[in-house]
């Protein structure tokens, strides 16, 4: 079975600065998509970023970018210039594209931004 | 992108009554709409997947006659608690199916707080 782990229960990081989250998941699809999404206290559901498996390149989202090892399966959520903004639960998600669609979340990780 | 809407966003309810939520694709079709619950302090938990025009998905331990799902056209489906008690009270979230193939996304709903008293 599938299954996303996020190890990093919480983080902190100052603000301007870099931080990374981790994601590791377990499947033996080779055909999937892989997302970082964003909940802030508003506890509204935000996509950060999304990346296909069979794509080598890591995503790039402005300040957002992913460090996408396929071979380790592991998907990396660098966060650059850090702001108050992005103090939320991060929770990475697995979606194979075949068999039965249905998103994998992990547990969250929580993102302090210092002042 | 693309928008999710639910409605109502807060709702209490006395025990033994039925709450309706609703969930709605604003500016695309969605053939397949899902439904989460969320702990506090914890990841989202699927419930059930909703496809258009066909009965819901569940997800093991989620009891069918307690939650209704209802996806009858492809921009809406509801979600009915019944004869909600207060271990019901949660926070739901619904997502909706966007695209096919590379392009495709979820994109989710703000989310309903239940309070069942």
Known sequence: ?115 | GAVVSQHPSWVICKSGTSVKIECRSLDFQATTMFWYRQFPKQSLMLMATSNEGSKATYEQGVEKDKFLINHASLTLSTLTVTSAHPEDSSFYICSARSGTGVGETQYFGPGTRLLVL
């Open chain 1, 1 to 115: 079975a599938q299954t996303v782990t996020q190890s990093q229960p919480e983080m902190s990081v100052q603000e301007a600065e870099t931080v990374t989250l981790s994601c590791t998941y377990d499947t033996s699809e080779s055909d999937y998509y892989l997302f970082w999404y964003k909940q802030p206290p508003s506890r509204q559901m935000i996509l950060v970023i999304r990346q296909e498996a069979y794509k080598q390149q890591n995503a790039t989202e402005n300040r957002f970018s992913v460090n996408f090892q396929k071979a380790a399966k592991s998907f990396s959520l660098k966060i650059s210039d850090s702001q108050l903004g992005d103090a939320a639960m991060y929770f990475c998600a697995y979606i194979t594209t075949s068999g039965t669609y249905k998103y994998i979340f992990g547990t969250g990780t929580r993102l302090k931004v210092l002042a």
